[in-house]
């Protein structure tokens, strides 16, 4: 029942009956910008902090984009079975109709929408989540990772690095510091401290990572904003990256080596058990 539906400016159609022009600056220079927002049971996982993300993003870029987001986005995945989907959501600024560098702001944005299955990890529990093992290498990303652009070519071939190295991500190294995962967060745990690299337009704020300190603070876990080195990771007790289709998922490698005792942590365990009631508040609508 799922990618049934897409939606395309305005309309609600069979995904061979949506179709975008060549010259559309999306397709021609990634002249775009997206989110990826689960749902769990029909219902949006954080999905207004999704929706000031996608604010923040058109607006860094100067599309003009005032839609009903969250209207379009709760009828998709109503018409494609309101169950455990992730909705994918691109705004481009549109087609001139012939290619070229410069751009109108007269422009009409093309906004497209889809879903695609997701497990309800909340559900499965924390004995079915897989650890991960990852590479630590080069981050070749431009300087406004903050703005959650199309253009992901830099995460692509690190990621398909990792893969090709029998590891699941990527964490990156700018200027001898920790940023991200080619599409996560990083947090590492210390003596019972949680450390995560600062907010900064050299990373993406997540709206997992913001949780995740949210749960921290309410729960009294120490935390900290920080700078951190790849050295750092050596010594950790715990490794975890998050992302929204993922949730907080603890880092068992990297490059090769195990973190800690190579398992998964109990502060892991904690965050993730703390997650699970946050999400059982949002399906019961207290959150
Ligand atoms: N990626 N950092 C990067 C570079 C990302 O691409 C993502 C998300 C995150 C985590 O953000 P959030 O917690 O809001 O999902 C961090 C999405 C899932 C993607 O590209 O598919």
């Given at each position: ?36 927002i689960?749902?769990?049971?029909g ?137 991200e ?9 210390r ?15 997540g ?19 920080v ?24 880092v ?22 703390l ?13």
């Amino acid at each position: 029942m799922n990618n049934e539906v897409v939606y395309l400016n305005g309309r609600f159609v069979a995904p061979d009956q949506a179709s975008v022009s060549v010259f559309d600056r999306g397709f021609l220079f990634a002249d775009s910008v997206y989110e990826v927002i689960p749902y769990y049971r029909g219902i949006g996982f954080r999905l207004q902090q999704h929706l000031d993300r996608l604010v923040h993003s058109l607006r860094a870029i100067r599309i003009q984009a005032n839609e009903d987001w969250a209207a379009i986005l709760d009828e998709l995945v109503q018409r494609n079975g309101g169950g455990s989907l992730s909705v994918y959501l691109q705004v481009s600024r549109g087609s001139a109709g012939y290619r070229t560098h410069t751009y109108d702001d007269r422009m009409q944005p093309t906004v497209f929408a889809c879903t695609s299955p997701i497990r309800d990890i909340y559900g499965e529990g924390a004995d079915q989540v897989q650890g991960y093992h990852v590479i630590v290498t080069a981050d070749l990303r431009w300087h406004r990772c903050d703005i959650k652009s199309t253009g992901l070519l830099p995460n692509i071939l690190v990621l398909q690095q990792a893969r090709e190295a029998g590891a699941d991500e990527a964490l990156l190294v700018r200027d001898g510091l920790l940023s991200e995962g080619t599409s996560s967060n990083l947090f590492l745990v210390r003596q019972g401290v949680l450390y995560t690299p600062k907010r900064s337009s050299e990373i993406l704020g997540g709206t997992t990572r913001e949780l995740i300190l949210e749960l921290a603070a309410e729960a009294g876990i120490p935390y900290q904003e920080v700078d951190l080195r790849p050295e750092e990771l050596a010594t950790a007790d715990e490794v975890w990256i998050s992302s929204s289709t993922r949730g907080v998922i603890p880092v068992l490698s990297i490059d090769g080596e195990p973190v800690a005792d190579g398992r998964k942590g109990p502060l892991w365990q904690k965050m993730f058990a703390l997650f699970t009631c946050f999400q059982h508040r949002l399906m019961t609508g207290e959150a």
